[in-house]
């Protein structure tokens, strides 16, 4: 089996947000850039079908060469292989058609990717990305197996979950429950050594249109101080929920 | 030229979702000068949709829809758009509509925004103001295809009730169920769940032990709410996975959202803050989520959950 992880390449979830050029911009200065956790359980769960089923690894990114730090990272978490499509991603549609491209040449049975990513939280890539490449697509998904062709896949619903049957070539929008937490890898010594020597393959991108474009970016107003309520006084709090808040 | 919405429903009856997301399409109708046509599948009386500003309602009936299917119902609101001639196709944020309206962009050639919290701010260029980063920004998108397809994020836009009437047709479209099918759904039927719920009870570490939840579930009844908690919580194994809201689990858009001993890391607050109103009960005053809450309780959750229980109850006594 050819497994095809994307990863997306995001500031850390503590990161300050501040944007530049007019507010046009993602201010990267002084942000720590990581493995998009979404993608990271992904990517993660392809290692146990690399280990168990000798599924092979290739991860992929859209993006400049700044990216590549994320790439290796991956590489030293056990992937086999990686990609960077040479462009700077711009919306989901067009990382979308430039990954298609990528999952059409490499011939991949299976891909995994992030339900959303942490910084544009679109959601779009994994689903889009099914559609151009006529794969079947399951999201927000916290259980993958593979037997053959066959996958049994369950995904999160509102209220509850759903287990769906169905078959390669499959796109997966994965999250935490295809593996836990505490299965999460941290690249070892060897590791980290052995991932300067694996193939880093640099693609031309197919110059992939944009749908969407961002105008600018806003910062939500300051919020204001948090009202006490003491202990001893919760009529207090029912009073303010009622009359001031008004939600119950 | 009209603008198209998909109104969920689920066993017959329409969720809350399906009538703020045909009061976002009667906005942006209104800004075009045009009609809005709601798509239905298996909904059974779609008459109500005429309150919140539909015209027009295309109803499917069909039993291989009965379970979702993501790709089918994609399928379906494309022919309903093109049918339509619809310029804007306007979808919720629920779990099954952000699954299937990635797969519909592709199908319409249309741009897609998400996330989208407020009514387009221009129609040329069509923009929209949506969340980013984890609701810590907004972005300002513009969406360039002739065909748009905007999520409205949950309880932002709000209801907005009008005062027409809606017509009603039959709609027949050719469905595809192949490719992905249903074999178990696993939900509890007679919960509020974290995605409907207008108020969202939530438990943290400072709970100390699963037996210690019962309070926190009778809080839940008493506002009929939904119970929630936080990511160490689930990982520990006291409370199941579903329940785990934040950054890596499921988002809360909530009216109003209660901290039971939760410290507020900012993986927690990033899933969270789109709720209304954010309530912090801790016994540390030094709590990062006292800096994201509107109230706070500086008190051991042990007694101060009580009491509130039993006020509550006062409370819903007397306004009942």
Known sequence: ?248 | MSVLVYTESEQGKFKKTAFEVASYAKAVAQQLGTNVTAITINAADASELGNYGVDKVLQVNNAELEKFNANAYASVIEQAAKHENATVVVVSSSADSKYLAPMLAIKLDAGYASNVVEAPSNTAPFTVKRTAFTNKAFNMTSITTDVKIVGVSKNAFGLVESSGSASSEDFSPSVDTSGVTVQSVDKATDKVTIADAEIVVSGGRGLKGPENWRMVEELAEVLGAATACSKPVSDLGWRPHSEHVGQTGKPVASNLYIAIGISGAIQHLAGINASKVKVVINTDPEAPFFKAADYGVVGDAFEVVPTLIEKLKAFKAQNA
């Open chain 1, 1 to 248: 089996m050819k497994i095809l992880v994307c990863i997306s390449h995001v500031p850390d979830t503590t990161s300050k947000i501040n944007f530049t050029e007019g507010d046009t911009k993602f201010d990267t200065n002084g942000v720590q850039f990581v493995i998009n956790p979404n993608d990271e359980f992904g990517l993660t769960r392809a290692m146990w079908f690399k280990e168990k089923q000798g599924a092979n690894v290739t991860v992929v990114n859209v993006g400049g060469p700044e990216t590549e730090p994320t790439l290796r990272k991956a590489l030293a978490i056990g992937a086999d292989a990686a990609i960077r499509v040479n462009t700077e991603a711009k919306d989901g549609v067009q990382v979308a058609k430039e990954l298609a491209n990528v999952v059409s040449q490499g011939g991949y049975d299976l891909v995994i990717a992030g339900r959303e990513s942490i910084d544009y939280n679109g959601g779009m890539v994994p689903g889009m990305l099914a559609t151009l490449a006529n794969a079947n697509f399951v999201t927000n998904c916290i259980n993958l197996e593979v037997d053959g062709t066959n996958a049994t896949a369950t995904r999160e619903i509102d209220g509850g979950k759903e287990t769906v049957s169905t078959s390669l070539p499959l796109v997966i929008g994965g999250q935490k429950g295809l593996v836990e937490e505490s299965d999460l890898r941290i690249p070892n010594m060897r590791g980290i050594m052995m991932a300067r020597k694996k193939p880093l393959t640099i693609l031309d991108p197919i110059n992939a249109s944009v749908e969407t474009s961002s105008v600018q970016f806003e910062k939500p107003a300051p919020k204001g101080a948090v009202t006490l309520v003491d202990p001893d006084n919760i009529d207090e709090l029912v009073n303010l929920l009622h009359n001031e808040a008004k939600v119950i």
